[in-house]
């Protein structure tokens, strides 16, 4: 796990962005952070315009024009959040991608889920009923860029069950807002 610092107080709610390629456990993660922290959680596939959603089904991976108005909407609920927390997952792959959100609502603070392409294989294997193909996890790991140190966030390991994950990733949350 790697931490960089971040503004903020422990007693002042932070909003998290949960990211990481497809398949690292966002919207598994995510609500159980969110609950464990006392705020409210966000779906990030929720925020996807209906074309999105059509285009990753199909197997094409989405373009940067593609995610601006999904980073935007994001965005949004993100600085609505402020000062009162919230959780809300977003691939956020790229440094641009994340810097469109801390434009949007600069106190945002990311957790990173990282793993193994062979677990992170498995896993989205293994899930039933979303619209993200394993056939993309490639260009996922192709257009990762991971946090920087003058980045806001944690990268949290993906191994082990979720309330493992969700125990390092809130242990490493509360260590930023100290």
């Not at 059509?54 to 600085?79: N, Q, Y």
């Amino acid at each position: 796990m790697s931490t960089t610092r971040t503004p903020g107080t422990a007693d002042r709610p932070q909003v998290v962005v949960v990211m990481g390629v497809a398949g690292t456990g966002k919207t598994t993660i995510g609500p159980l952070v969110a609950e464990a922290l006392g705020v409210p959680y966000a779906e990030g596939d929720d925020f996807h315009p209906p074309a999105n959603v059509a285009k990753m089904s199909a197997g094409v991976p989405l373009d940067d024009a593609d995610r601006a108005p999904w980073l935007d909407a994001i965005g949004r609920w993100a600085h609505d959040r402020a000062g009162l927390g919230g959780v809300v997952s977003s691939s956020a792959l790229k440094r641009g991608y994340r810097d469109r959100l801390r434009a949007a609502a600069p106190g945002v603070v990311f957790l990173h889920l990282t793993g193994d392409r062979e677990l992170i294989e498995r896993r989205m294997a293994a899930r039933t009923g979303h619209f993200m193909p394993t056939a993309l996890l490639d260009s996922q790991f192709a257009t990762l860029q991971p946090l920087q140190e003058d980045e806001a966030g944690v990268a949290v390991d993906v191994s082990g069950t979720p309330e493992e994950i969700t125990a390092r990733a809130v242990a490493a949350l509360r260590r930023l807002a100290v």
